[in-house]
């Protein structure tokens, strides 16, 4: 057995301060260690007691201990998920579970309890992941260590850091339906600051659905040439309630040159300025805005535009990011759009109960008037069209 030299975790927390930036780098480690153990075939291997006194700090990296009772139903109070504890087996949401009353420990002193309404000690974007992670049912935790090391890196790396406000800008990307982003960022701006980024090269256009002139200058059709640092290209919305617009790039070189973290940096630059930035985005799977949206964004809304078949297209799609990338499952919605007014049941769809699903819009004839004549239907307020949007808005919590 391999001696190793180091403090516990308890010790470290008496001696040093315990900020959860510093924390969430122990964190991390231990989450790599447990991305390795579940993936194992062919069965994951399953640590069974994860708490404070099973984690040494050594060089100033996490170090997890005693598999003694790995895959039994032991563990210790206040650390142990509640499944356990009834008797079943562990499984990889019982350890991400013990992961989560650590990062609650580690910060409070003591474990999360069910109904805990001492929530100020603790940052926003961090609280939020350990929420996630000691949920009662374990089917409402993270599925993988990997999807909640996802969810922390991003807490660190900027979106969630601490230079990050308690009231950021929420990120809604749509990937697809520049339609569907136009009307969603029109209703939005009746409620907050919007801006709406057009990030489809290949299909570049919202300006141009929306009503927009050309700009002056750009050599492209419907794009800019610019610096978005500078703000170049925005065009202001023309009525108070209007979505400002950011279009899409005039060239490949233009975005070649800004497509490495573009969401993040459009999300820097004008935080200040707007509450919600919609994202208007290639669907191609492999698309790097889709990629970087899928774990940048706080929501990614595929449009249902063919019926059944295409929802358990959109639906296979999703459980691959979440299973396979990683992907925070709870980002991932549907919405119906597009075709009639007979609504679809989501079980005789085949949705998957991972995968939310957010309704239907309802079928308005105009809207198909408007997108014959290349225009986006931006619908009024107290219709319909405005109602549906604004209760989808509400479901994510963007208003």
């Not at 001492?118 to 009662?136: D, H, L, M, Q, Y």
């Not at 709406?196 to 750009?218: H, V």
């Not at 800004?258 to 919600?276: C, M, P």
């Amino acid at each position: 057995m391999e001696f190793i030299e180091g403090k516990s975790l308890p010790e470290i927390l008496q001696s040093e301060s315990h900020e959860e930036f510093r924390i969430a780098g122990y964190i991390l480690d231990i989450l790599d260690v447990l991305v390795s153990m579940h993936s194992l075939k062919p069965h994951p291997v399953i640590h069974g007691d994860i708490k404070p006194e099973n984690i040494l700090i050594c060089d100033n990296r996490a170090i997890l201990i005693d598999f003694g009772s790995i895959s039994g139903t032991s563990g210790s109070s206040g650390f142990c998920a509640p499944e356990k504890l009834a008797g079943f087996d562990s499984t990889i949401q019982s350890d991400i579970y013990s992961i989560g009353q650590v990062m609650h420990y580690c910060l409070t002193g003591r474990t999360r309890k069910l109904f805990d309404s001492n929530k100020r000690e603790i940052k926003k974007g961090f609280n939020s992941i350990i929420e996630r992670a000691v949920r009662k049912l374990p089917s409402d935790r993270y599925v993988s260590a990997m999807e909640m090391a996802n969810d922390l890196k991003r807490w660190t790396k900027g979106v969630g850091s601490d230079s990050q406000k308690e009231n950021s800008t929420t990120l809604l990307c749509i990937p697809g339906n520049p339609h569907l982003c136009c009307e969603m960022a029109y209703v939005t701006s009746c409620y907050a600051n919007t801006l709406l980024a057009d990030l489809d090269l290949l299909s570049p256009g919202i300006d141009m659905l929306m009503g927009l002139r050309k700009l002056n200058g750009s050599s492209h059709e419907y794009g800019f040439s610019g610096d978005i640092e500078a703000g170049y290209g925005i065009i202001p919305g023309k009525k108070s309630g209007r979505p400002d617009i950011l279009p899409c790039f005039s060239s490949y070189d233009a975005y070649e040159e800004t497509q490495n973290g573009i969401i993040k940096r459009i999300a820097k630059i004008y935080s200040d300025i707007y509450d919600v930035i919609i994202i208007c985005c290639s669907a191609f799977p492999y698309d790097s805005t889709l990629v970087e949206a899928l774990f940048t964004c706080d929501h990614i809304l595929f449009s249902v535009e063919k019926g059944p078949l295409d929802i358990r297209k959109l639906n296979s799609m999703a459980l691959h990011f979440s299973r396979r990338q990683g992907v925070n499952i709870k980002r991932l919605n549907l919405i119906g759009y597009g075709f009639s007014e007979k609504s679809i049941d989501p079980a005789i769809a085949g949705i998957s109960a991972e995968v939310r699903w957010l309704g239907q819009l309802p079928h308005i004839s105009q809207r198909v008037t408007q997108s014959m004549n290349g225009m986006a239907y931006l619908p009024e307020k107290k219709s319909r069209g405005f109602k549906a949007i604004t209760r989808i808005l509400k479901k994510l919590e963007v208003i």
